[in-house]
């Protein structure tokens, strides 16, 4: 593997000293991939037609409906990803090769998209002039190591790592990691190395702004001993949200909009950022290489980012918005969305964002150690 360049997200001191705003693996067939593709970046038809890939329930879905009405440009909208690794492993045999994955727009985690962006080059530049409400981009998300102009990519959402926990299976709240692993029930924690791994470092007292595989030793000891011990009893990715809603799982490391969406239905499923703190992170817009409709993938995130529809994305969604003016607009929606505004997990105050923490950067060779103890514990490696 190449060496990373030096950043590959928002550190948290940035993100915090940025932020006064916040409150105003299977591999597809590369013949399957390809089927989805082809077609023109302009014209009638066919070619008026874009298809994006995100994780589960992750989006409003009239708003597609309502981009479709204004421009004329169908969409193609695949919930598809539920783990950055997993989903890299399925569009790798076509990229590598400079093939179609059918898609032209995919939404990753920070650092799978600077994997993209800087080490393997397999993304494109958005098409600036199809985004003039990329001003409304938040200024704390605007200059990433990973993509210091934003040329490659844009902010879908951002959100927190946390605990999730259905309260009738666990008889009790979970406020603690070790709480946590003692509650009776099937439990699970996230493939998401960087989610789970800092969850645990940050209970430990661990630095995860800073993370070298030293450092994070006690982590992954702690980690394999609950899940030898039967007290972790598995690693899911998105699909957690319906285990938790039907009472199959008694708690889950899990993702804080994700949670806010399943206690609309089941007020029993809650969620808590540990006292150690949760992990913060942002997923991002991106154009595989082998699109040829950038111009309208661009646009369709352009529609994503007028305040108007970025709040009805986040009354939906309930994650943390990368657009500015959102809380105004929430409170022009009234009724639940404007409770929204209160909620740190949707609108953070910096006292909120303080008690919280960034995975930091990793080197090539640093991320292969924490990759390979990571996939030895889950039993892949």
């Avoid at 067939?29 to 077609?39: D, E, K, N, Q, W």
């Avoid at 209970?203 to 993370?211: A, V």
């Avoid at 994650?319 to 740190?344: H, M, T, W, Y």
């Amino acid at each position: 593997m190449t060496a990373r360049r030096s950043h590959t997200g928002i550190g948290r001191r940035e993100f915090l000293t940025r932020s006064g705003l916040l409150l105003g693996g299977t591999a597809l067939a590369p013949t399957l991939l390809a089927a989805c593709g082809g077609g023109g970046d302009g014209g009638g038809g066919d070619g008026r037609s874009v298809s994006i890939s995100n994780w589960t329930s992750y989006i409003d879905p009239a708003l597609n409906r309502a981009f479709t009405r204004r421009t004329g440009i169908k969409v193609t909208y695949t919930e598809d990803i539920n783990d950055n690794n997993e989903y890299f492993a399925k569009i790798r045999p076509n990229l590598s090769r400079n093939q179609s994955i059918g898609r032209d727009g995919i939404v990753l985690t920070d650092w799978m998209a600077s994997r993209l962006i800087n080490e393997l080059r397999w993304v494109q530049p958005l098409v600036e002039a199809e985004i003039p409400n990329k001003k409304n981009l938040r200024a704390a998300l605007r200059s990433p190591g990973f993509d210091r102009e934003r040329t490659y990519s844009l902010p879908w959402q951002s959100g927190v790592t946390g605990i999730a926990y259905n309260i009738d299976v666990t008889g009790t709240e979970i406020r603690t990691i070790d709480e946590f692993l003692a509650v009776e029930g099937t439990k699970t924690v996230l493939t998401e190395m960087r989610d789970t791994i800092g969850l645990i470092m940050a209970s430990m007292g661990i630095d995860t702004d800073e993370p070298t595989f030293e450092k994070a030793a006690p982590a992954f000891d702690k980690l394999e001993r609950a899940v030898r011990d039967g007290r972790i009893s598995g690693f899911n990715g998105n699909e957690y949200v319906n285990d938790l809603g039907a009472g199959n799982l008694a708690a889950a490391f899990a993702w804080s909009g994700d949670v806010a969406q399943i206690t609309r239905d089941n007020p029993k499923v809650r969620f808590a950022v540990p006292e150690s703190g949760g992990m913060l992170w942002s997923d991002n817009f991106l154009i595989p290489k082998t699109s040829n409709r950038a111009g309208l993938a661009s646009r369709w995130i352009n529609f994503f980012y007028d305040p108007a529809n970025a709040a009805r994305l986040t009354a939906e969604v309930q994650f943390i918005s990368p657009v500015e003016g959102v809380p105004e607009q929430l409170r022009k929606l009234g009724g639940d969305a404007a409770k929204l505004v209160d909620n740190p997990l949707v609108v953070p105050t910096e006292e909120f964002l303080a008690q919280n923490h960034i995975f930091g950067p990793l080197s090539g060779k640093e991320e292969e150690r924490f990759d390979e103890r990571f996939s030895q514990i889950l039993g892949t490696g």
